[in-house]
């Protein structure tokens, strides 16, 4: 089993910034997909962003169009950790906002994710 935990939400006007972290305990293995997922009230789930990190440690990574040029994602090997960096927020980006992971390559759809965090929630001011 695996284990993720989110943190790093908060409220924040627009045009700041905020950093998300998906922290992943128990099995597992050298080849994963992270990513991270969004939700908003009445609107269904949505693709975010997503980091692979290669049996010889090379990372991919690939965003939705909506967040391309705002949000980086990266990577701590040593810690199984993944970090969302958040800039240039907008009140549409108000969200509760999920890490997923799966064995194997980016996938964009929630389905294709084993192991899911409980959430944390980012909500922007106008």
């Known amino acids: 089993q695996v284990q993720l935990v989110e943190s790093g939400g908060g409220v924040v006007q627009a045009g700041g910034s905020l950093r998300l972290s998906c922290a992943a305990s128990g099995r597992t293995v050298s080849s994963y997909s992270m990513g991270w997922f969004r939700q908003a009230p009445g609107k269904e789930r949505e693709f975010v962003a997503a980091i692979r990190r290669s049996t010889e440690n090379i990372y991919y990574a690939d965003y939705a169009d909506s967040v391309k040029g705002r949000f980086t994602i990266s990577g701590n090997n040593a810690k199984n950790t993944v970090y969302l960096q958040m800039n240039s927020l907008k009140p549409e980006d108000t969200a509760v906002y999920y890490c997923?992971?799966?064995?194997?390559?980016?996938?964009?759809?929630?389905?294709?994710?084993?192991?899911w965090g409980q959430g944390t929630q980012v909500t922007v001011s106008s």
């Open positions: 997923a992971l799966r064995y194997g390559s980016i996938r964009y759809q929630g389905y294709e994710y084993d192991y």
